[in-house]
């Protein structure tokens, strides 16, 4: 016969009780979780530790604490977490297998935690993009372009290729050219230059404005013009420093460098004798010879 009273009071009250204390633990275990996630973080901001190790932290103790919440919530309601948790691995060896590129690129991103080759803010060249890096995640470095591009790169592209840190030092040099003609007087033109770009705003002091000869070409010399300055202002100081080269040459009334040639006669031509090729009879610009042809003819 069914009893109702025996079902409620074996059966529904009990597994009732349970899940009130699974979700009364889940909201609790929710706040504590935010509170300890909170404290973590305000401690390690006010040691001046890294804003990306601080978000790594606090997104790994995160996930590692509601892993635990969960496992305590089975343990109330009576499941077996000791199967659970090695049915737990053994997902997690097939996930290892199946995903081994985002776990390479989860150790990356720990590598490059722990190791700080660049900080977020700094302005970096890796894995094929040069960009701001705004975040180190656990699995991709997200970067912001010079045109405003946010790029998301691999963990292990990035840890496992050349990066370029712009911002590690306190200056980098701005590599420009200038070419002069042959009448162009060099020194004054190399004075000119580096009292003119010494005035461009952001360049540095220490080092000066390095204004050196490069090389000679056809056209002229060359001029290596090489200004420094803080990485932020490389741009505006490149862009101002070819401004000034212009400005210059036309105040000193430079003339437009040209390629010069110089037309060597054959060897054995008699001294004082032109080497200049006859014009052919009847091409363009010439006067034929003899008398012209009637009409009638």
Known sequence: MFDLNKLVNNYLVPFGLKIVMAIVIWIIGGIVINLVARLVRAAMTRRNIDPTLVRYTESSLRIALRIALILSILSVCGIETTSFAALLAAVGIAIGAAWSGLLSNFASGIFLIVLRPFKTGDMISAGGVTGVVDEIGLFVTTLTTADNLRVYVGNTKVFGDNIVVYDANAFRRVDLTAQLAHTVDVQDAIARLKARIAQIPNVVDKPPVDVVILEFNPSGPVLAVRPYCHN?????VYFDTNKAISEVGGTAHWPVPATRQILMPPPGTPSGVSSAVPPIPGAAG????????????
Do not use: F, I, N, V
Request: proline letters at 18%; glycine letters at 12%.
């Open 232 to 236: 932020r202002d490389y741009w505006q």
């Open 286 to 297: 010439t006067a034929p010879s003899g008398p012209l042809p009637s009409a009638g003819t």
